[in-house]
């Protein structure tokens, strides 16, 4: 999977910016706001519909203009001709979709045909935030590389939600209560069965990405909780729970608390590793993913990089670019010297360089 054209209008101080020609590998450089990270997020809407940066869509469209529209080609290897792709999103917060030039419904198969990877400076909550975080990453990739699991995935968000408001409206009916507590127990030990089945994949992958970015961290291991007790089939932990959520009014145990721990041996990595190794903590479970994806025959994920030198020193930008040059993925990276990146991207035939100034984007000359 790989864009070869994007058409920007309205996003942020980006009014219309047209790229054509896009490579495996393009960087974006230029001064503090000059509008690097709008083009990332551009590209996120047109996979996600919504941006990485804040929840408002109305933030994210120029200010005074009443919508904004990005536009792309993209090629799959070994499909003739390029499947257009546009994501139209107003003030008012509509979407429109259209993969094709058919308009689809849901956000999903946008991001089937798009599938991206974001590491920025949000990014560090994946190791230092709650929880939520973790079990999206962790979803992500089991969406991407089992088709299954996005109809359990959402059976069970269903099943939970009425469960709990079961539990919550009181005056319960204990065959009702029973009927949904035997349904969320299936859907629950599927979805479960995905992660865990993933994890073991992803964990495995994150030793050998990890020892390739940073070799003295080689010893970091993930673990997976599931969210209930491990000696407990999930029946069971629902059923030994019951009272209690019947008391409280709302389900504890099950895959919605589940999570992953980043450990250096009995310590966590968020509570232990500097910023530049959490940077390369994350670089290495993103990379680990998008491997895992290629590996399943499914399309190659896309990177989306902002400020990729930030927190690193030269040598472990070096080694970070030289895994994903060993990638097929396609990458956008920005930086605030195109130097950068070029010191330490291992073939510069491979970069297309951009210069962005004041919402223009432009491709650079050679050593510009
Ligand atoms: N809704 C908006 N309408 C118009 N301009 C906006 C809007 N939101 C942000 N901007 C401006 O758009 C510019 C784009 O910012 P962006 O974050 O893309 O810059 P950047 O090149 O990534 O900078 P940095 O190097 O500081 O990260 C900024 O100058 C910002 O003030
Ligand atoms: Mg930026």
């Excluded at 994946?126 to 975080?133: F, H, K, N």
């Excluded at 993925?329 to 130097?339: L, R, S």
Aim: proline share 3%.
């Amino acid at each position: 999977m790989a864009l070869q054209a994007l058409h920007i209008e309205h996003i942020r101080n980006l009014k219309a910016v047209r790229l054509e020609g896009l490579s495996r590998v393009n960087v974006f450089y230029g001064e503090n706001g000059s509008g690097k990270t709008s083009v990332l997020e551009s590209i996120h809407l047109l996979g996600m519909a919504r941006s990485f940066r804040g929840s408002s869509i109305k933030t994210l469209i120029t200010h005074e203009e009443a919508h904004c529209t990005v536009f792309g080609a993209s090629s799959r290897p070994g499909a003739e001709g390029l499947t257009p792709l546009g994501v139209q999103r107003t003030r008012q917060g509509e979407a429109l979709i259209k993969i094709g030039g058919q308009v689809v419904r849901t956000v999903a198969e946008l991001a089937e045909h798009l599938p991206l990877q974001v590491i920025t400076a949000d990014s560090f909550s994946l190791l230092t935030g709650p929880p939520g975080a973790r079990r999206r990453f962790l979803d992500w990739g089991v969406f991407h590389v089992e088709h299954e699991f996005f109809g359990q995935w959402q059976r069970f968000q269903r099943c939970i939600k009425q469960r709990n408001m079961l539990l919550r409206r009181g005056n319960i009916d204990p065959r009702e209560l029973e009927v949904w507590t035997r349904d969320l127990a299936t859907f629950g030990e599927a979805i479960n069965g995905f992660r865990a089945t993933y994890f073991d994949a992803l964990s495995e992958r994150f030793a050998t990405t990890i020892k390739q970015l940073a070799p003295s961290l080689a010893g970091l291991d993930l673990r997976f909780r599931r969210g209930w007790d491990a000696e407990q089939s999930y029946a069971e932990a629902l059923h030994q729970g019951q009272s209690a959520d019947v008391e409280q009014g709302y389900t504890h145990a099950g895959p919605q608390r589940a999570d992953i721990r980043v450990m250096t041996g009995k310590h966590l990595a968020a509570e232990t590793l500097s910023r530049g190794q959490q940077k390369l903590v994350i670089c290495a479970l993103k990379l680990a993913q998008g491997q895992l994806m290629s590996d399943a025959g499914r399309a190659e994920c896309m990177y989306l990089i902002d400020d990729l030198p930030a927190e690193l020193d030269e040598n472990h930008s070096r080694l970070v670019c030289e895994l994903l040059a060993s990638m097929d993925a396609q990458v956008f990276i920005t930086c605030v010297e195109p130097q950068e990146i070029r010191a330490v991207w291992p073939q510069h035939k491979e970069l297309a360089v951009f210069h962005v100034e004041h919402g223009a984007v432009k491709l650079a000359l050679a050593e510009e």
